[in-house]
C-alpha cells in the first residue's frame, strides 16, 4: 500500500533561518506531488505542484521555493523565513491521472518567531 | 478567491443525530471532493463526485451534487463523537489541469456524546 511520510511534525524557527521539509512517498510511481499551507482555521492554499522529475509549478509568489530531486520526494525550501510563513504545511500526492483524490501527510506545524 | 465555500462554519450536534455540511462553488467542475481533517493532522478523503452523478454513497457519507445550482451537501447520518473534526469540499480548478484541487474554508463539526 501507499504511504506517505512527512517531516518534522514541529519546527520552531528564527525570522531569517532557513527552512528545509521534507516529503517521501512509498508503494507507488510517478505521483503528482503537492504542497500546501494552512492558515489557522483556514482552508489549504495550494503552494506549489510538481508532476515529475524536476518539474515544479508554483501557484503563488512567495519565499519559499520547491524542488523535487527524485520521483517520490518533494521538499519545501526557504532561504530566509519571515514571520508570514508561520502556518501548517502539507504534503499530498496523487495518481497522475486526472479526477483522483489527495492523500495527504500528517502536517508539520511551523512557528516563527 | 477561494472556488468552494462551505457552510455553516460551524456545526454541534449530539451523538446519532445527522449532520448536513453545504458547499457552493463559483465555476464548472469535473468533480468534486470531500475530505476530513482531525484536529492537527492530515487530510482525508471521503468521497469524490463527478460532474455527471448527482448522488452518491459511501457507508454513512451521502453526498449530492447540483451542477445548475453549483453546490454540494455532504450528509452523515447517525453521528458518532469520532465524526468530530472539521470537513472540507475541494473543486477541481478549472484550465489549470483537473489534478489541481481549490478547498475551501472548511465545517467544524463537533458531536457531543
Known amino acids: 500500500s501507499q504511504t506517505i511520510h512527512q517531516w518534522p511534525a514541529t519546527l520552531v524557527q528564527p525570522v531569517g533561518s532557513p527552512l528545509s521539509l521534507e516529503c517521501t512517498v512509498e508503494g507507488t510511481s510517478n505521483p503528482n506531488l503537492y504542497w500546501y499551507r494552512q492558515a489557522a482555521g483556514r482552508g489549504l492554499q495550494l503552494l506549489f505542484y510538481s508532476v515529475g522529475i524536476g518539474q515544479i509549478s508554483s501557484e503563488v509568489p512567495q519565499n519559499l521555493s520547491a524542488s523535487r530531486p527524485q520521483d517520490r520526494q518533494f521538499i519545501l525550501s526557504s532561504k530566509k523565513l519571515l514571520l508570514s510563513d508561520s502556518g501548517f504545511y502539507l504534503c499530498?500526492?496523487?495518481?497522475?491521472?486526472?479526477?483522483?483524490?489527495?492523500?495527504f501527510g500528517d502536517g508539520t506545524r511551523l512557528s516563527i518567531l | 478567491s477561494q472556488q468552494g465555500e462551505e457552510d455553516p462554519q460551524a456545526l454541534s450536534i449530539q451523538e446519532g443525530e445527522n449532520a448536513t455540511m453545504n458547499c457552493s462553488y463559483k465555476t464548472s467542475i469535473n468533480n468534486l471532493q470531500w475530505y476530513r481533517q482531525n484536529s492537527g493532522r492530515g487530510l482525508v478523503h471521503l468521497i469524490l463526485?463527478?460532474?455527471?452523478?448527482r448522488e452518491k454513497h459511501s457507508g454513512r457519507l451521502r453526498v449530492t451534487l447540483d451542477t445548475s445550482k453549483k453546490s454540494s451537501s455532504l450528509l452523515i447520518t447517525a453521528s458518532r463523537a469520532a465524526d468530530t473534526a472539521s470537513y472540507f469540499c475541494a473543486t477541481d480548478a478549472p484550465g489549470a489541469g483537473s489534478y489541481q484541487l481549490t478547498f475551501g474554508k472548511g465545517t467544524k463539526l463537533s458531536v457531543i456524546p
Open positions: 463526485i463527478r460532474s455527471n452523478e
Open positions: 499530498a500526492w496523487s495518481v497522475s491521472s486526472s479526477n483522483q483524490p489527495q492523500h
